[in-house]
């Protein structure tokens, strides 16, 4: 049996080799290191795939998000809702831009944000909410929408973990998750669902004031060369990367597929055991599964995480510490307790191998000795 990891990227390169070496090689050879051709195409497929009519490709989903507020002109001070129980790129970003990060819990069957919560958030000092679509699915956006229409709030959705899900609203109509908000970023990280071999980013608008801006801010604030209207950053997408995004973007359904299908053998195999609790797609979201992340017993889960180590089966624990309680944000006085949810989830969630590369002898192999493990505590 092949070695099991959580995300194989090497055995994927192998398998896509000649194809990929091809878009490498002509970035090598035309030397177009900086704003080559294969940004541009890359930009276009994408918008094509998502269909939205603005993509700004940058440097890695962190800067997205903070491009994405640098293009709205918030004030210091002013308040931006996002989900509790997530990776700590949102949170920085508000941070360095002196903007609030005001933390809500997330939804106990779809580890999304809970639009409930949102509500309840909500204070006149609010501009802006960033659902983060975690773990292959998309948060519910018709509640989101809604509530930031009511009270004439931004919408940031953080796609780095669910591009190619989409999002059925209730008039029927679906919508590529990422293109709903006022704007939406994603990450090109080689883990990430679209990944390039090394980091990349993007960020979707179809507003086309604010696709001109996030171009402007990603290129030092800047329409012409050496004529910079206002302030930005340097946040490009390396050539070399968009080559390879090219590849993996013509591949990204198949890759979706593979994934969908490793995630129904866990279904299949697992779903018997009631002390599992199985990932659950939300009302109007479609799973890409991302991260097949699975629920145990506070109690048992470390030490079932170790068991499966021993088999040589890897797992990961996203995410240990819910963001309340990060070291780096002790500041804000968040207290335990206030986040039972997340809280409880930082405790029970357990994240099982998934990847594009997946066979049945793996996927056996791994909910046998789960099982197995199970049956022992
Ligand atoms: C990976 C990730 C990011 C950051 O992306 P980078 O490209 O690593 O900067 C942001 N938000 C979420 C939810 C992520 O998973």
Redesign the pocket.
């Known amino acids: 049996m092949r070695k099991i990891e959580m995300v194989d990227i090497r055995t994927q390169y192998l398998r896509l080799k000649p194809e990929i070496d091809h878009a490498i090689s002509e970035v090598l050879e035309s030397s177009a290191f900086i704003k080559g051709p294969a940004v541009d195409s890359f930009r276009k497929e994408l918008s094509d795939y998502l269909s939205i009519s603005h993509v700004i490709p940058c ?7 903070q491009v994405a507020l640098m293009a709205l002109d918030l004030k210091p001070g002013d308040e931006v809702i996002t989900a509790n129980f ?5 949170v920085e970003v508000l941070v360095l831009l002196k903007l609030k990060p005001v933390l809500v819990d997330v939804d106990p069957l779809t580890f999304n944000i809970d639009p409930d919560k949102i509500e309840q958030a909500v204070t006149p000092r609010t501009r802006a909410i960033i659902p ?3 773990f292959g699915q998309p948060a519910d956006m018709h509640r989101i929408q809604k509530i930031a229409g009511e009270h004439g709030l931004f919408v940031i959705e ?4 669910s591009l190619g899900s989409y999002y059925i609203d209730s008039d029927g109509k679906s919508k590529m998750a990422g293109t709903i908000g006022t704007s939406g ?5 080689p ?2 669902p679209l990944a390039c071999y090394g ?3 993007a960020l979707m608008t179809s507003d086309p004031y604010l696709a001109e801006k996030m171009e402007m801010i990603v290129n030092h604030g800047s329409r012409i060369k050496y004529h910079n209207d206002i302030i930005g950053v340097n946040s490009r997408l390396d050539t070399l990367q968009a080559a390879i995004l090219r590849v993996n973007l013509r591949n990204l359904d198949d890759y979706i597929s593979r994934r969908r299908q490793a995630a129904d053998y866990y279904h299949n195999h697992l779903g018997g055991n009631l002390r599992i609790g199985l990932p659950k797609t939300g009302k109007g979201g479609t799973h890409i599964y ?1 991260q097949y992340t699975i629920l145990l017993d506070p109690e048992v889960r470390d030490r079932i995480r170790e068991g499966l180590k021993e088999k040589g089966i890897p797992s990961m624990v996203y995410y240990p510490v819910p963001l309340s309680q990060q070291k780096a944000f002790t500041f804000a006085g968040y207290r335990t307790g206030e986040f039972p949810v997340t809280e409880k989830l930082c405790q029970s969630v357990l994240s099982l191998p998934l990847h594009t590369e997946m066979d049945e002898e793996q996927l056996d192999y791994i909910c046998t000795h789960l099982l197995n493990l199970l049956k022992h505590e």
Request: charged share 15%; glycine share 10%; no cysteine.
């Open positions: 440097a890695n989903g962190t800067d997205a998000l997530t990776f700590i790129s949102t983060v679509h975690l953080d796609n780095a973990q970023t994603t990450s090109f990280f883990t990430k980091d990349g980013g991302h």
